[in-house]
């Protein structure tokens, strides 16, 4: 962790890791890869079993709603259940955004 070279490459794993969680987790229909991105985002800052717990919270939503509504990170990060949770990790992801000049 100490050597730039190799933080990128446990970030890198890291990652790797935090994508394979999420894309496991999520319902159909399954988002664009710019979403998957904020997705993974966030869940590297609150880590990949609290995206799961807000993917679950979302999948829930569409079963009460008789709904297939593709997720999104906006449609996640606004949960009732899940606010508190996403919260941090919304602003990290906005300010990602912000930094890449994406809109959010």
Same mark, same amino acid.
């Given at each position: 962790r100490k050597t730039p070279s190799k933080a990128i490459l446990l #970030? #890198? !794993?890291y990652l790797g890791q935090v +994508?394979? &969680?999420i894309?496991?987790?999520l319902p159909s229909p399954r988002p664009d890869e710019v979403e $998957?991105?904020?997705m !993974?985002? !966030?869940a590297y800052n609150i880590g990949p079993g609290a995206m799961k717990g807000v993917l679950s919270a979302f999948e829930k939503q569409n079963k009460k709603n008789k709904t297939k509504t593709k997720a #999104?990170? &906006?449609l +996640? !990060?606004?949960l009732p259940e899940t606010t508190s949770a996403t919260g941090q990790a919304n602003e990290?992801? $906005?300010g990602i955004m912000r930094r890449l000049s994406w809109k959010d």
């Open positions: #970030t #890198t !794993a +994508l394979d &969680s894309w496991s987790s $998957i991105k904020k !993974a985002w !966030a #999104t990170y &906006s +996640l !990060a606004d990290y992801v $906005i």
